[in-house]
């Protein structure tokens, strides 16, 4: 690996978040469907997983609070809201992909679409939303920072955002990875953590999730791990023993053993 490289896979600096502008637009041309082309753009049989995980680790820290205008960053069909969408007035998606753009209702919530600026900023006015999701999202953006920065700005004080992501490297993201788009890679868990705080937010709640010991076994018997409460429950368990390990570019089974995401409930206050 090359002396240039090896600070990306080491989690020291995230790879993309210095970029320029033309370096930006390349990726964004890669990325714009790729999520889409794994399969998501077959809306029949799309299916969302992680419902019981998104309940457990970031719904569940939102009490009774009703929200006016929730914005999803590539939230696709916006099923991710499914769970809490009888409490939002309305919801706005961004999203760079063709393929989800005809929804315009989730569970009776009207819904909108908009396109994000390819650099990186939102066209919204300052404190439009009293919640932004972004599940599994950032990571498929090159500049996490500025677009980090520009949720900050574009949440309502005492606003929230839920977030979750990858923090390991998914493997060598300069080649060809079976069932990833082109581009993504995890965020570090320490620039996760500094990143969130450089843009404003407080941290309300953190927890490591994803432990990889727990999809492909259920899957085999037909259980979706994560819309599975046990399963969930099993997960967290499991990430809590094991989050001494948070190695950024796994490359063996013992560095594998450890959680592969981070959920954040954050604040503006």
């Known amino acids: 690996m090359s002396d240039t490289m090896s600070i990306y896979f080491s989690g020291e600096k995230l790879y993309g978040d210095d970029f320029t502008l033309e370096q930006i637009e390349q990726w964004f041309s890669d990325e714009q469907e790729g999520y889409a082309d794994l399969g998501a753009k077959d809306k029949q049989n799309y299916r969302y997983g992680y419902h019981q995980l998104n309940m457990r680790h970031g719904y569940s820290c939102l009490g009774p609070r009703r929200f006016k205008h929730a914005l999803g960053l590539g939230s696709a069909y916006g099923a991710e809201f499914i ?3 009888d409490r939002i007035g309305f919801i706005t998606i961004l999203d760079p992909s063709e393929a989800f753009s005809g ?3 989730i569970n009776g919530v009207p819904c909108e679409y908009c396109r994000p600026n390819i650099d990186g900023g939102m066209p919204f006015q300052n404190e439009s939303f009293d919640l932004i999701t972004c599940l599994g999202v950032m990571h498929h953006i090159p500049n996490v ?3 980090m920065k520009e949720c900050f700005r574009c949440v309502q004080t005492s606003g929230v955002m839920v977030i979750r992501e990858p ?3 998914m493997g060598d993201w300069r080649q060809p990875r079976a069932g990833l788009t082109k581009r993504e890679r995890g965020i570090p868990i320490r620039v996760f953590r500094r990143v969130i705080i450089d843009s404003g937010f407080t ?3 953190e927890a490591l999730c994803n432990f990889p010991a727990i999809p492909k076994p259920a899957a085999r018997i037909g259980v979706v791990a994560y819309n599975n409460y046990a399963l969930v429950w099993l997960d967290d368990v499991l990430s809590r023993v094991f989050s001494w390990n948070t190695k950024y570019h796994r490359t063996n089974f013992i560095a594998k053993l450890g959680p592969s995401s981070a959920f ?4 503006k206050r």
């Open 264 to 267: 954040f409930v954050l604040t």
């Open 203 to 205: 941290i309300k709640r």
């Open 145 to 147: 920072s500025k677009v």
């Open 167 to 169: 923090i390991v490297s």
């Open 83 to 85: 769970p809490i969408a």
């Open 103 to 105: 929804t315009k209702a």
